[in-house]
């Protein structure tokens, strides 16, 4: 676990909010250099406080209206089980994320698609044809707020 002082987290929290920042523009309203910001950044970076930058796309502007999550039990489990359903799901476009989870369910799946009968060729053609998948549960996105992360 890295140590983070106030303007560590100040920082993060205006990076979380807008991620294209310059550190520049982020000095100025943390009251810091340019460089200062910059070297605070790269070291947040360098200890993998942040992981990476992500292009968040608005899948609806793009077509795709409908989100739904799936829980997805499988019916063989193991390593191999395991392995085959997590690389062909992974070539599965519309799946968006995958979680393999505790619970009810071995893994939860976040999937796009441009209405309700693309969502069930998806569903049908795709999902319950990868290896190792037993039982299935819908729930559609309905909406979605995004709340920022605990950064402590």
Do not use: C
């Amino acid at each position: 676990m890295i140590e983070l002082d106030t303007t560590d987290r100040q920082l993060l929290r205006e990076l979380e909010r807008d991620a294209t920042q310059s550190a520049s523009a982020l000095g100025r309203k943390l009251g810091l250099s340019q460089p200062a910001a910059w070297r605070r950044i790269h070291r947040l970076h360098e200890s993998g406080a942040i992981k990476g930058l992500r292009l968040d796309l608005d899948t609806e502007r793009l077509g795709f209206g409908v989100s739904v999550f799936l829980g997805v039990k499988l019916a063989t489990k193991g390593r191999v089980g395991i392995a085959e359903f997590e690389r062909a799901v992974t070539a599965i476009p519309e799946v968006q994320t995958i979680e393999h989870i505790l619970g009810l369910f071995d893994y939860r799946l976040r999937v796009v698609a441009r209405d309700i009968p693309d969502f069930e060729r998806v569903l049908r053609r795709r999902i319950m044809m990868l290896p190792g998948v037993g039982e299935v549960e819908a729930n559609v996105l309905l909406s979605e707020e995004r709340r920022p992360g605990p950064i402590g």
